[in-house]
């Protein structure tokens, strides 16, 4: 029986196994919901870099540069990190580069998984039936906020957790996170509107919440592969089926 | 209004602000549970020191030594992690060096608090109560296994977040610490029964979880002061009030 282990900050990575395992990555609030609205929306595929500057440096090659820190859009970049800006009239056979505060650090620090996966509400049940269908090892790698645990992406885990029914999900990590997910389900935007990043969007007037908990809107399968990641064929991830 | 802050693994502590704070060091299974029980039957003080081989050197000064690594005692020591091992006959006004797997390292790496305290469910109550008279910003540190994240040490922090009633538990870490509190107080036993820790004690033949989960048996506040863990007098803890 496969496992699912939950890693609840990126600080946490170095302690867990990711050999051999898929890794999911989960920044829910906002880089891996607006990374499936990108491919989604018909972008070609996204390059996830660690700095503003190193984004930039894209640009020469028609890339789009998008770039957030602390919840705002850099100035001089074509988007930040809010999934309404990566419409299809935008985005639609470009490829993107972009840099974001938690969510393309806990990928990038992912790297020895076998393979890496980016989760989001806006894609649960397609990567769910993927992971459902590959049978193999999953670390659920949450981005946080600069490495703080937060409770949007615990509670990503916990359902996707959920949905993985075959799978062993013993170890502590999970066992809390599918707890939380049930206590949660029923009323999550009221339980996510309490939490520090759903704070922080109302000081800084970002309404970018029902975008990002808008239930498989996106029925993609973004994988990271070659420091790019684009949407899996539908033939190859069970959806078609 | 003073705030609680959870840190659910050593390895978060420097993505944490100490200063000025007060830390409670939280390894239900099984150090910070023994350490309240051996003040309780009327030990002296505490020592916890980083390895074995430092335990020992306190021998020749006549303290007792006690040693535990993967959840059993090491030979040659006066007594391992277990409660059981800490009685009144054996402990009374003896000062004991200690070293655990968990507990100790999480203590050690806690000490840019301005104060710091022992929790466990055997004192529960007791450290609340004095919490509450000191109004002071307080950050529960869970001690984990080997900065894996651990069920009991959360659930602990959230039952202690939840008895905080007039501080702010607003951060991500104790809205989810409170949250799994509520969803297992009823039945604590059966959900600390799932944690890997309890798994890790049958298969070690361990049976400490009635005594580790018998609330409010030990009604001591055990600081740590100069190397030293103590119990505050009754008079400054608010528990003789």
Redesign the interface.
Known sequence: MPSVETI??P??I???LLDDRYAVIIDVLRATTSICYALNEGAKALTPVATPEHCLQYRRQGYLCAAERNGLKLEGFDMGNSPDEFRREKVEGREIAITTTNGTYALLESQQAERIFIGAFVNLDALASFLIRENKDVVLVCAG???????ED?LFAGALATCLTNFDC????T??AK??W???ESNLSEVID????A?RFKKLGVDDLPLCLDMNRCPVVPEYIENRIVSLPLQNTGIAE
């Open positions: 609840f900050s600080a946490l170095q302690h867990h906020w600069k490495n703080k645990v937060n409770l615990s013993d170890c502590d990590s066992l809390m707890e939380l049930l206590a949660a309490q939490s520090s990043h704070q």
